[in-house]
């Protein structure tokens, strides 16, 4: 169910370089799962701006974005108390319900935002966050808040192991006492590749992004083909079983 | 009381608002935010004979006031639109359906069209494909080769036929007066302006495709302005399309000569625009003194 509505900004702050936390309140009864998003408008911009959900409660949605445009360039100036019009509940999120315990959660950049909500949710997991450089780096505080294991890789080795996500995966899987059987990951998609090949033989969801139109299904703009054929990332997705993708 | 119905090629409305082809899928998709029944019609999303993928991603750019598509027809192929998604909708949609074809070639057009004849309360031809028999030159660019569709089509159909004329062409009039008397019963226009952008950071075109469909209020004028100069160079009906997003504009768009006016592009930014503007059209029609919207049809005609 998808549904439309007016939010009031309560907060909407700097989290690390480039990143911002966006939390807006009012009707959220038509979130259902971690990894669904919003489609936001703006003033002055013709097409709303799909943002991931990264947590929720009865009356509020908290956002974690990137300025990368011009669409969340002007989200990041907007005062509190502005008034924005929002779709909510749109794509089907993570699948969580009756899916092997103590998983995997890996996000990469911005990535890494529908993971929190996910793993507040999961419950006991380990997180693997990936980022370019350690002003990047983000809500490490909030994971490690919900008692559950963090392992953090930059690219530069500003912080924790140096490498990729793959590189901060490799001694887990090493470890004899881990037995990970399932894996929920967000980012870029070449890490999601590589991760899927480090991961083989294990089940695991991934959360696609594209450039989309409407964001509920209607325009067609950002289908992706799968093996069970075209599919639209914004309403059949953004969350899809590994074993579906065509890489 | 406003009076909003009018006749269509025959077909009665309710009112003459109507989600265009290709912004409101086969229905469904706007459930969730309103209930069909009270739209003047829907033109389904554009169906050739054979499901399409359509085009690699990315499919949309962002514009002024617009936004480019390239989406590529997809479509799961008339037999799954015949099969499935008309019947579907017909289990919560009780007003006509627009059935909207396209082809590569006549023979496409003609077994499409003869599919869907039953389904269809108004068929409506997508001429803006390439024909493959013809180096790939769209259909609609040429008005020999557009008035050969709407003569095969009408042939293979007991229902009205629309021709949806591309706006990329030298002289509308002519293409739309060679599909008039090629025997189409009305025209739909105007389809998307090809457009471009470039990522000025990646030094490429945003589109994978490179080009794609230039729609929403940005080309308001330009299809105000065909659907005028059509309007008044032929005797059928007119179906007006391009960035139309408020009651307003849809009675300046009958004022140039429309009998029914499509909504394209505000139902993917606006979901609620259809049901909008035809709950504000008799506030706008009383504050203009119209009491029939059949009065203003054309009333802006050449001197």
Known sequence: MVKQDKYIIKENVRVARGIYRMTLCGDTSAITAPGQFVNIRLDGLYLRRPISICDWDEESVTLLYKVVGHGTEKMSLLPVETELDLLTGLGNGFTTEGQPAHPLVVGGGIGLAPLYGLAKRVGECTVIVGSATKDELFYLDKFRGLGVEVVVTTDDGSEGIKGFVTDGLAPLLRDSSSSFTYFYTCGPMPMMRALCNACEGMDGQLSLEERMGCGFGACMGCTINTVNGPMRVCKDGPVFRKEVIKW | MVNLTVRLAGVALQNPVIPASGTFGFGGEFLDFYDPDILGAISLKGTTREPRFGNPTPRIAECSEGLINSVGLQNPGIDQVTGNEIPYLRTFYHQPIIANISGFSVDEYTDC???????????????????????????????????????????????????????????????????????????????????????????????????????????????????????????????????????????????????????????????????????????????????????????????
């Open chain 2, 113 to 303: 069209c003869s599919k869907v004849d039953s389904l269809a309360d108004i068929i409506e031809v997508n001429v803006s494909c390439p024909n493959v028999h013809n180096g790939g030159m769209s259909f609609g660019t040429d008005p020999k080769c557009a008035a050969e569709v709407t003569e095969a089509v009408k042939k293979v159909t007991t229902k009205p036929v629309f021709i949806k004329l591309t706006p990329n062409v030298t002289d509308i009039v002519s293409v739309a007066r060679a599909c008039e008397d090629a025997g189409a019963d009305g025209l739909t226009l105007i389809n998307t302006l090809l457009g471009m952008r470039i990522d000025i950071k990646r030094r490429q075109p945003v589109i994978a495709n490179k080009m794609g469909g230039f729609s929403g209020p940005a080309i308001f004028p330009v299809a105000v302005r065909m659907v005028y100069q059509v309007a008044n160079a032929c005797k059928i009906p007119v179906m007006g399309c391009g960035g139309v997003s408020t009651a307003e504009d849809v009675i300046e768009m009958m004022m140039a000569g429309a009998t029914a006016v499509q909504v394209g592009a505000a139902n993917l930014v606006e979901p609620m625009a259809c049901k909008n503007i035809i709950e504000e059209l008799p506030e706008v029609m009383g504050k203009l003194g119209i009491n029939d919207i059949n009065d203003i049809i054309g009333v802006c005609k050449e001197m």
